[in-house]
């Protein structure tokens, strides 16, 4: 996995050529992947990379993007958020383990 693949589009298309391709969200206790109804929990996936994006004007912009692989099987994705998870959207266990990478 590279460590600069440029804007957060391209980092985007660099990691789903490189298998990444599921599409995760927050969903409390777990990240879900609405296409296929996949749900890890924090003890079922690993953190394989951390990519940050600033908004060039506008801090709105900012970004994190997460490359992620299951511990369960090969299922690997990406989670693209905001800065500072908001304990609303997400269990403390999720937060403590996407904190840890950053």
Known sequence: M????GTLSQTINGLKAEGYTRDFNIQKDSLICPEDQTELSPDDFE???????????????EAVLYAISSTKD??????????????DDASAELIKKLDTHK
């Open 74 to 87: 090969d299922t690997k994705g990406l989670l693209v958020n905001g800065y500072g998870i908001s304990a």
């Open 47 to 61: 953190i394989d990379g951390v990519f940050r994006f600033e908004g060039e004007s506008n801090p709105d912009d």
């Open 2 to 5: 590279k460590t600069d693949y």
